[in-house]
């Protein structure tokens, strides 16, 4: 094909909904991969000149994990990305299922924070050219390399498999087209990262599980996915999905955008969190990758794609892998979650509410101007509200205790008057002082 200029293709390609991917190879002998649009679909609208700035962009995206447009056509709707060495995550489930095994709860976490850090980083750029979102993630476009680095395709590019059918209902596309597709796909609202945090979740879920989250007939998934039915799926898979997985990954799939998580890095570190808390014997996405290496190599494919054998050389490489592959730890997020803004501290409850008045307007702050009578009359209301050393306005003159005691005394004497005769009593003995009777014609020392 023409459109593949000087690379050759590899013989390894992967059908996508409406697209192919065509693995190829240049002079040097560097892999690249192309997102080959079928005839049907080339020449639809959505893959005009809109496109234009946001494929400048990916000509130098500077964003680790996105792959570099290499060359795009779209006479014949081809668009090259240099990725090296990967397989797609479409191929890896494939192969996985077909020799009756399956992903790991670990390994689709890792998948979705390595994901989720790449397509945060990638949305920052893609902004600046008024691209909110990748726009048609799914299992071929997220490639992963032998170390369980990802490798993103297609940023921007319009699923117009999808926007066909919505124009015209008689033009059906494949299933794969709505199994990934966000809710908001189906309506006006326009997608945005929260829509391809949703597409890579149910894409995480299928390597979890080893089977997509809708699944059916063609009427059955379209409507599971318009209605965004996914969060009931994960309830009916919580005997083999942990509660705390659940819990974090039905929040990316709320049907209403506003409803999942604020912001990518949200997202990062909920995931984050999980990772440091699922069982480290689960198999990492590295060694989820090597498994695949080995049953491809061996020429157990699933019906998802067709990869070649392996040289000698490869084999070996492959084999050192298999015996070194250690699940490791991934580095936490490098953007911190935003900041809640603190709500102001309240005066604390025993506090007499002038001391907090006094506290809240000291005297230093109120303006000093002559002119200004309103500060003078604030300044002689803050003196005379704080008394005599900080006490409170119209506070009780301290007694002291001589005074204290000659008055309890006196009352005592007014009502043994005005009561009737009685026995005599024994006057009361003050604690620690001489033993005699109290002389009520003198003060009593205290």
């Known amino acids: 094909m023409s459109a593949f200029g000087d690379l050759a293709p590899t013989g390894r390609t992967v059908a996508a909904s409406c697209t192919d991917l065509v693995e190829l190879k240049n002079v040097d002998g560097l892999l690249h991969n192309a997102v080959v649009y079928r005839p049907e679909y080339r020449s639809y609208t959505a893959l005009g000149g809109n496109l234009d700035p946001v494929l400048g962009v990916m000509e130098k995206p500077g964003v680790v994990g996105v792959a570099r447009l290499v060359r795009a056509d ?25 020799a009756g095994k399956m992903g790991s709860v670990r390994a689709g976490l890792e998948l979705c924070y390595l994901g989720a850090e790449v397509l945060l980083d990638a949305a920052d750029i893609a902004n600046a050219v008024g691209v909110q979102a990748h726009g048609s993630l799914d299992p071929s476009r997220i490639l992963v390399k032998p170390d369980g680095q990802l490798v993103i395709i297609g940023y921007g590019l319009p699923p117009v498999d999808v926007l066909a059918w919505l124009d015209d209902r008689k033009r059906k596309p494949s299933v794969d087209a709505l199994r990934y597709a966000p809710p908001e796909r189906f309506s006006d609202a326009n997608e945005n990262l929260s829509s391809d945090l949703f597409s890579l979740t149910l894409v995480a879920l299928e390597l979890m599980m080893g089977r997509p989250v809708y699944d059916g007939l063609f009427e059955d998934i379209s409507e599971l996915a318009r209605r965004g039915e996914a969060v009931r799926k994960i309830y009916h898979w919580r005997e083999k999905i942990p509660s705390a997985v659940s819990e974090v990954l039905v929040r990316g799939l709320k049907p209403d955008l506003d409803s999942r998580y604020r912001d990518g890095v949200e997202y990062l570190h909920a995931v984050h969190a999980l990772l440091s808390s699922v069982d480290a014997e689960r198999a990492s996405l ?60 309240e005066p604390e409850a025993d506090a007499p509410r002038w001391a907090s ?49 000659r008055r309890r005394l006196r009352g005592r004497k007014e009502e043994e008057d005005e009561a009737p005769a009685a026995a005599p009593r024994r006057p009361r003995r003050l604690r620690g002082r001489a033993k005699h009777e109290p002389d009520d014609d003198k003060p009593v020392d205290e």
Request: net charge negative.
């Open 74 to 98: 779209r006479g014949e709707g081809t668009y090259i990305y240099a990725s090296g060495t990967s397989w797609t995550v479409q191929e890896i489930i494939g192969t996985l299922v077909g």
């Open 357 to 405: 008045r006094a506290q809240a307007t000291p005297e230093s702050e109120v303006p000093d101007s002559k002119d200004d009578e309103r500060a003078s009359a604030l300044r002689h209301r803050l003196r005379t509200s704080r008394g005599t050393r900080g006490e409170a306005p119209g506070a009780p003159e301290k007694a002291n205790p001589r005074d204290r005691l």
């Open 286 to 345: 590295v060694v989820i990758v090597s498994e695949f290496r080995g049953l491809s190599s061996r020429g157990k494919l699933g019906a998802s794609g067709e990869t070649g054998q392996y040289s000698v050389e490869q084999l070996a490489d492959l084999t050192a892998d298999l015996q070194e592959s250690e699940p490791g730890g991934l580095a936490p997020p490098s953007r911190g979650l935003a900041a809640e803004e603190e709500p102001e501290p």
